[in-house]
């Protein structure tokens, strides 16, 4: 019975992103849609999470050295880093705090407990890292990957209307913004508009990744 | 492949025992993904040596993330009692970063030129 965990998961991820090839709608996110319908499926057949993860968790395993291979694609675009190095130098740090902050504030001020804000304060960088970060600072590791698929989908589905309607022209920019606001499926959505704009932005998701992960951990002591 | 693999989870392994042994309160893979970066670039390691492992990796990332996102199921009436600060927190949080972000990096670049 045990694995019944991990064949549910990748069954019903295969299914969804057969869908989602299909009919190319952003609110149709296959990893959102599997984590929902699974949540539904145990509740229906009242089945433990810990039964679940007893094969599932396999996958999750996955992501520690999935992350650290985000290292090649970073490695890849060195160069753009060196052409970029004062935009990313001053616009990373600017956009990562800006994402943490106002999420964390805005939260607070409607009256948000603390694990909750420990699980928003990560939502902008890629969910990989965002879940091991929430972990680090005590907030709901649960929590923060599904609020980071939701920031990606907004991104995805918006962002790029987002900048048009702000009258950002410069490619680098909006590569740039949108990669720091709305990581991987951001990044998926202007890679479409425009090459450099994609690059910057794939670029702009792993070092805001690095720097939220550094910084955060120790800020989150400061703003409790 | 197994050289491949092999150098990846040498490089978790090492970021998890860095992290251990310093205390950080950074995850260990975050560290081993920034060591594993600083050695290609000094040609520690060689690129053709973890490229196919690693891509197919990231390439096969999304999947991952459902069985740590599965577990909102253990936190269904949090989620419903905080409800309206998490929705408007994140859409707030979306505009102006993006917005603010993209301004800030467009006035760096009419700077430059």
Redesign the interface.
């Known amino acids: 019975m045990n694995s019944f ?1 991990i064949f549910l ?2 069954a019903l ?1 295969y299914l969804f992103s057969k869908f989602y090839q299909k009919k190319r709608v952003f609110y149709l996110n ?2 959102l849609l ?2 929902l319908s ?2 539904i499926i ?2 229906a057949f009242r089945i433990s ?1 810990q039964a ?2 007893e094969s ?2 396999i ?2 395993f ?15 675009q ?1 160069e753009v880093i060196k052409t970029y190095s ?2 990313i130098v ?2 990373i740090p ?2 990562g705090l ?2 943490i902050l ?3 504030y ?2 607070k001020l ?4 603390e ?2 804000l420990l699980s ?1 304060a990560p ?2 960088i890629t ?3 965002a ?3 929430s ?3 005590g907030g ?4 923060t ?3 980071v ?3 990606g989908i ?2 995805n589905a918006i ?1 790029v209307e ?2 048009n309607l ?1 009258r ?3 490619k ?3 590569g ?3 990669g ?3 990581h991987g499926l951001g990044t998926a959505r202007i890679i479409l508009d425009d090459e450099l704009s994609g690059a910057v932005s794939g670029l702009a998701m792993a070092l805001n ?2 720097f939220t ?2 910084v955060l ?2 800020l989150i002591n400061v703003l409790k | 492949m197994y050289k491949g693999l092999a150098i990846i989870f040498g490089f978790l392994f090492l970021g998890e025992a860095l992290v251990k042994i310093l205390s950080l309160p950074i995850p260990g893979n975050v560290v081993g993904m920034i060591l594993l970066t600083l050695a290609l670039i000094f040609n520690v390691v060689k690129l053709e040596d973890v490229e196919k492992e690693a891509e197919m990796l990231v390439r096969n990332m999304s999947v991952m993330f459902i069985p740590p996102g599965v577990g909102i199921v253990l936190y269904w009436s949090l989620i419903k009692s905080q409800a309206v600060p998490i929705f408007v927190a994140l859409i707030v949080s979306f505009f102006v970063t993006i917005i603010l972000t993209a301004k800030l990096v467009e006035f760096l670049r009419r700077e430059r030129k």
């Not at chain 1, 996955?62 to 890849?76: D, M």
């Not at chain 1, 409607?110 to 407990?113: D, I, K, V």
């Not at chain 1, 709901?140 to 929590?143: E, H, Q, W």
């Open positions: 965990g998961t990748l991820f296959p990893v599997s984590i699974i949540a145990l509740k999470y679940y993860m599932a968790q996958l999750s996955l992501l520690g050295p999935a992350v650290v291979s985000l290292a090649i694609p970073l490695y890849k060195r004062k935009e001053l616009g600017f956009g800006l994402a106002s999420a964390f805005v939260a409607l009256g948000a407990e694990i909750v928003i939502k902008s969910t990989a890292i879940i091991g970060v972990e680090k600072i709901i590791p649960a929590l990957a599904v609020l698929i939701l920031t907004m991104g962002g987002v900048l702000a950002i022209k410069d680098v920019a909006r740039l913004a949108m720091v606001t709305s990744g690095i992960s550094v951990p120790y």
